[in-house]
């Protein structure tokens, strides 16, 4: 229909232009991280850890700022409801992950933030499922 053609129009470009961004800053992260950390001020002791953490974190930042952008188009259509439905289920969805992963599977070192980065990746497949359902309907 009329109103799929012009979703599909409009948002379109709006995601691979989200993707291409995130991507690129995330690239930029990656390479220039080292830097990036003694720039915030890390001290030679825990330079170690805040770099195997910061890369963690950077490889899971495409996702994050995909989702985004995403949710904000979410909520740009008219639909708040599922954009903040979606922010409070991963803030719920890491509240209890964290402490399961921590306490039960005794997951204590940087392992924890791979499940991390794996709630945004769902919730990120969720704002897609999401956008081409209100587009469809």
């Keep these: 229909t009329l109103m799929v053609y012009f979703a599909f129009t409009f948002m379109l470009p709006i995601i691979l232009l989200s993707i291409i961004a995130a991507l690129?800053?995330?690239?930029?992260?990656?390479i220039f991280?080292?830097?990036?950390?003694?720039?915030?001020?890390?001290?030679k002791n825990v330079y170690p850890y805040a770099l195997a953490y910061g890369r963690i974190i950077v490889?899971?930042?495409?996702?994050?700022?995909?989702?985004s952008?995403?949710?904000?188009?979410?909520r740009a259509d008219g639909s708040p409801r599922y954009s903040m439905g979606m922010l409070v289920m991963g803030?719920?969805?890491?509240?209890?992950?964290?402490?399961?992963?921590i306490f039960v599977y005794n997951l204590f070192n940087f392992k924890i933030i791979y499940?991390?980065?794996?709630?945004?990746?769902?919730?990120?497949?969720?704002?897609?499922?999401v956008i081409f359902?209100?587009?469809?309907?």
Excluded: H, Q, R
Excluded at 24 to 30: C, D, E
Excluded at 115 to 129: H, K, Q, R
Excluded at 133 to 137: D, L, P, S, T, V
């Design 24 to 30: 690129t800053l995330s690239g930029l992260a990656y």
């Design 33 to 43: 991280l080292p830097k990036l950390i003694y720039l915030f001020g890390s001290t």
């Design 59 to 67: 490889i899971g930042m495409p996702f994050m700022l995909m989702y």
């Design 69 to 74: 952008s995403l949710s904000n188009i979410i």
């Design 91 to 101: 803030a719920i969805i890491n509240i209890i992950l964290d402490p399961l992963f």
């Design 115 to 129: 499940i991390i980065s794996l709630t945004w990746e769902l919730f990120l497949v969720f704002c897609f499922y």
């Design 133 to 137: 359902y209100i587009a469809i309907m």
